[in-house]
C-alpha cells in the first residue's frame, strides 16, 4: 500500500508538471504541418544565471530511406534567456556541415545535450553519418544512403566558444544490437561525477532502448556503456523504451522522508511503425517511431540499477492533439520552481517546443499528506 501511495503522488506531482492542456508553445518548428519539429535537446542554467536552451530542427524526411525522403534533422541551435525562461533569443547555429568532420559527413542531426562544468561547457550531440556502415555479416540490412548514429562532443570555456571549437567522437557501437546510438541526456548524481544517458537501436530497428555511462568528477573519460538496466516494458512501451530526462527531487525525502529520489521521464511506444487499429476495440494513441507517448519512472538513491517503471500499462503524458505524441520531456529545477518542456503533437501534425512550469507551492502541494 505505500508504495502505491508513493506512485500515485509522484504520478500526480509529474502530470501537474508535464500538462499537455496547460503548455504553451517555446519554439516553433520551420513548418505547421507533419514531419516537422524543434526539441530533443534540454534546458540548463549557465553560470552568469542565464537559462541555455538547446534543441534541434527538424524537417520532414524517412531515416530508413537517406536523404532522397527529405532534409530530416537540418539544424542545431542553442537559445539563452535572462528572464527566467519565459522567452528565449537564438544565439548559436550549427548546420549538418559545421557537426561533421574528417570523412563523417552528417545525414541527421539527432537529440543534444548542454552540461556546464567548473572549466567550461560541453555539448552531446547525436548524429546519423554517412561513409559508417553495418557490420559484417549484416551489411544488406542496412538502406542506401543512410548512415549509422553515433555521439560526439564540443567543449568550450563558453557557450558562445562552442561554435569554434573541434567535434570529438565519444560513443558509437559496432554490436548488432545496440548499432545506434542517439539521444544523450544529462545527469548530475549528487555525490559528482556525470551519468550520460542514451537510447540504442539495434541493427533491425526492431525497437528503441536505453544505456548509460558513468564519468567520475575531474575524469575526461566515461566508462564503458551499460546496456540493459531499464528494460522495456510489457504493453504500451513494448517496442519504445527511451529515457529523455532524470529530475532530482530533494523535496520527496524532506517531505516523505526514506532516500532520495529522481524522476525519470522516458519515451515510450507499442511499435515503431504506425499499425491500423480494430474498430470493434478501444481507440487509441499507441505510440510509434517520432510519435512516442510520454512516461514515468523512479531512480531511488541515484543508482541507476534500481530504476522502477511507474507507468506499467498505460503511457502517462498524451497530447490531446495529432497522434497524441508528447515526448522527449526535460525539467530544470529553478529558484521560483520547476521548468518543463517536450515535443508535443498538434492538429496539423508538427511538434513544436512547449512549456510548462509548476512553483515550488505547487511541488509541495502534490507531494504533501493528505
Known sequence: MEKEIQEETLIRLARRLVNPEQARIL??????EKGYWFG???????????IYLVGRYRNPGDSTAGLAKGERGLELAIFRSSAGGRGFE????????????????????EGSALNFLE???ELFISSEKANLFYPQPFEDYQKPGTGVWTIDRIAAPGVRELKDRPVRPLFSSR?????QVKDPVVYSPSSGGTILFFCTHPFTWSSSNSAYA?????????????FDFFRRGTTWDVAVTRISDL???PEWKKVRGGEDLSLVFYDGAECLRDHEQSTWGV?????????????LAILPSEDPARIERVSKNVPLFVSPWGTGGCRYVHALRTQEGILATWQQSQKDGSQPLVMNFLSWQGVYEAIEPG
Open 119 to 121: 572549466e567550461g561547457v
Open 40 to 50: 530533443g535537446g534540454n534546458l540548463a542554467e549557465g553560470p552568469d544565471g542565464a
Open 27 to 32: 519554439i516553433e518548428p520551420y513548418g505547421r
Open 90 to 109: 537564438k544565439i548559436l547555429s550549427f548546420s549538418k556541415k559545421d557537426l561533421g568532420f574528417e570523412e563523417y559527413d552528417v545525414l541527421s542531426i
Open 247 to 249: 529530475l532530482f527531487l
Open 283 to 295: 481507440t487509441r494513441p499507441r505510440g510509434y517511431s517520432c510519435e512516442e507517448l510520454g512516461g
Open 175 to 179: 554490436d548488432p544490437q545496440y548499432l
Open 214 to 226: 558513468f564519468r567520475p568528477r575531474g575524469r575526461e573519460q566515461f566508462s564503458e556503456p551499460v
